[in-house]
């Protein structure tokens, strides 16, 4: 087990997405600490992918702009064994399947543990196919995070009773990004998920103002915020770190109900 | 253990956003149930018989035999199908079972634009809405195939992401897919993605091996030596083997696109330059960097044009039951043309792949021995892109 359930002892738990090397990793470096100094309780590093799936436009922007750079598995590694030396709150790496495959599965996730680094969210490893990676995180500590979508329905206890970390819970259908209204009924899930989990469970997808990780945060244990982050860096460049770190202020300040 | 569901040795599987599997446990449920229904199963044979126009003739190339020198070669003739190439045996079976699910919208993903036409048609004449998404590279490569799909009543959009071609086209149907469930069906249009895909198009592309059985059986009283196919995701490659493969004495060859070829970076031929990795809803062949980042894969064939390759042809390989060669975009714009010159007929340029490595292979076996090619579709949307490869420049 990890360390991810410290994230939420502190009450409602705030989670950044940053995409590692966009536009490059020492500006990665200063918005993890940014995040950290303003009141990020875990922090979801995403290693770029070539060809990202479950994103939308904004995140796949980044995953172009990061890999552009010149970002390898192995760099963004790097970065975040010195970004430990000062950096204590939990970090889960988001990427995909192949990423951590290609790598060479055993390798890749034994450098999770070395690294320190909580768990992985791979969104292209539903329940079904998770057992490609399981027994390694089981073996070096490394939580496998579940999502459960709003079309989950029937499996949502299923997951829900086997989940680890933390759950992702997704807010709405498609693919990430900043949406103006989340329609979907997320309370009688998460009303599923506490029946079943032993883990807490953070909303994420869609997510950009204050209201509306207060919102999310108020039905679940926690918001994830990846898109409206992303656009903040690609406006601001290297310059992003501040910026960043002043909107996590304003949605950490408002998460407390 | 990894979950054995829609694996083919140690391939497939289903590695797909937690959004859709509901929506593939769906499509698995309903398929399982329509595919031995007499009901079902007798409007799709009255669709790809009065509609499609099935049985495609099996024709024995004589010019091409006698001038090759060696074995006795035979063509099937996807071609001939209605909107000139294989696609439209899938997709008139996914159409059938998508508006048996209630569904009333069709997305697909298209590299030539022989599946987005065929998947426009059978819309159209089930009446159901259709939305393409198609690489803008292909929108260019590929003009009329776009100009007949609008014609038919579709949507097409250009994908711009990426490298603009066929595995950013499934990427965003891929994406629209999770938008949007509970009224779409996405016809996915080869043996590729998560199960149950790859095994529903498989059955579905299978008529074209049942049929070269029954007319090669009917024809020489025999099997054929070699069966010939192109290979992109693979779909007319497994429907032309499927049937033959537990017939050990019937060798299999898929044909990949190796574009300016394999030792170059400029490829698309998967089993020859690609590795082991997950991707697009399966485990199989793709071609890749170290770290997993997919390849921007080439090839003059935007049909083939993709880095990827169907978990039941990269089973058929680990099991050394069929084999795959690399064919260069120069070899198949040569038999593309020396096809429409000898035998008076114009293959698509992915088609023409096959014909390529059976120009090889046939003058090197015995008079007596018999090569089936697969003629997967029709050249016409090629010519402008050919012409344009040989330095002419002609407007459609």
Known sequence: MSNIIKAFEKGKAFIPFI??????L???????????????????????????????????????????????????????????????????????????????????ISTCRDIEIDGLILPDLPFEEKEEFLPLCHKYGVDLISLIAPTSEKRIAMIAREAEGFIYLVSSLGVTGMRSEINTDLESIVKVIRENAHVPCAIGFGISTP?????????SDGAIVGSAIIKIVEQYGKDAAPYVGSYIKSMTENLVL | MTNPKGRFGIHGGQYIPETLMNAVNELEEAYDHYKNDPEFNKELTELLNEY???????????????????AKIYLKREDLNHTGAHKINN??????????????????????????VATATAAALMGMECVVFMGEEDTKRQALNVYRMRLLGAEVIPVKTGTATLKDAVSEAMREWTRRISDTHYCLGS?????????????????????????????????????????????NAIGSFYNFINDESVELIGCEAAGRGIDTFETAATISTGKLGIFHGMKSYFCQDKYGQIAPVYSISAGLDYPGVGPEHADLYDRGRAKYVPVTDDEAVNAFEYLAKTEG????????????????????????????????????????????????????
């Open chain 2, 52 to 70: 499609a126009g099935r049985p495609s003739r099996l024709y024995y190339a004589e010019k091409m035999t006698k001038d090759l020198g060696g």
């Open chain 2, 91 to 116: 997709v008139l079976g996914q159409a059938l079972l998508a508006k048996k699910m209630g569904k009333t919208r069709l997305i697909a993903e298209t590299g030539a634009g022989q599946h987005g």
């Open chain 1, 211 to 219: 209201e509306q990780a207060r919102k999310m945060a108020g039905i």
């Open chain 2, 191 to 235: 043996v590729m993605g998560p199960h149950p895909f790859p095994t529903i198009v498989r059955d579905f592309q299978a008529v074209i091996s049942k049929e070269i059985k029954e007319q090669m059986l009917e024809k020489e009283g025999r099997l054929p030596d070699a069966v010939i196919a192109c290979v992109g995701g693979g779909s």
């Open chain 1, 19 to 24: 995409t590692c090397g966009d536009p490059d």
């Open chain 2, 345 to 396: 007929i114009i293959p698509a340029i992915e088609s023409a792949h096959a014909v390529a490595y059976a120009m090889k292979l046939a003058p090197s076996m015995d008079k007596d021995k018999i090569i089936v090619i697969t003629v997967s579709g029709r050249g016409d949307k090629d010519c402008a892109a050919i012409a344009r490869y040989r330095g002419e420049d002609i407007h459609e």
């Open chain 1, 26 to 108: 020492e500006t990665t470096g200063k918005i993890v600490r940014a995040a950290v100094e303003n009141g990020a309780d875990l922090i979801e590093l995403g290693i770029p992918f070539s060809d990202p799936t479950a994103e939308g436009p904004v995140i796949q922007g980044a995953n172009l702009r990061a890999l552009k750079g010149g970002i390898t598995t192995d760099k963004i590694f790097a970065i975040v064994k010195e970004l430990r030396k000062d950096v204590k709150i939990p970090m889960v790496f988001m990427t995909y399947a192949n990423v951590v495959f290609s790598y060479g599965a055993d390798k890749f």
